[in-house]
């Protein structure tokens, strides 16, 4: 006979791989979808790590905001708008619709 242990086991494993969800789109596959890359943000990716000021004097088909470390910008969402994320060193973390 299987050892009581041994079902509670089984059981608890099979109780929490139910509990699992299905699968999920994550932050690497936005740049792929479209819809989600209006702005065109994946044509910038190359200025990641570079100053904010690199992007002074470029021509944008879009509306772009360039967001200091800390800054207060709104929390309107616009996937027309590109955005391009300063850190403490004023360096581009990222660059995104929204």
């Known amino acids: ?14 109780l929490l791989a139910g509990c699992q969800s ?7 596959s936005g ?17 990641v790590g570079k100053p904010l000021s690199a ?4 021509r944008f088909e879009h ?3 360039a ?6 910008v709104t929390m309107d969402f616009n996937l027309n708008r590109l955005n391009f994320m300063g850190d403490s060193q004023n360096k581009i973390t990222q660059v995104y619709c929204g």
């Open 67 to 72: 967001i200091p470390w800390n800054a207060a």
């Open 31 to 47: 740049p792929n979808d479209p819809e989600m890359d209006r702005c065109g943000a994946s044509d910038y990716q190359q200025y």
């Open 1 to 14: 006979m299987i050892d009581k242990k041994v079902l509670t086991a089984f059981a608890a494993v099979l």
């Open 22 to 28: 299905g699968a999920q789109k994550g932050a690497a």
């Open 63 to 65: 509306p772009v905001r």
């Open 55 to 58: 992007i002074d004097g470029l």
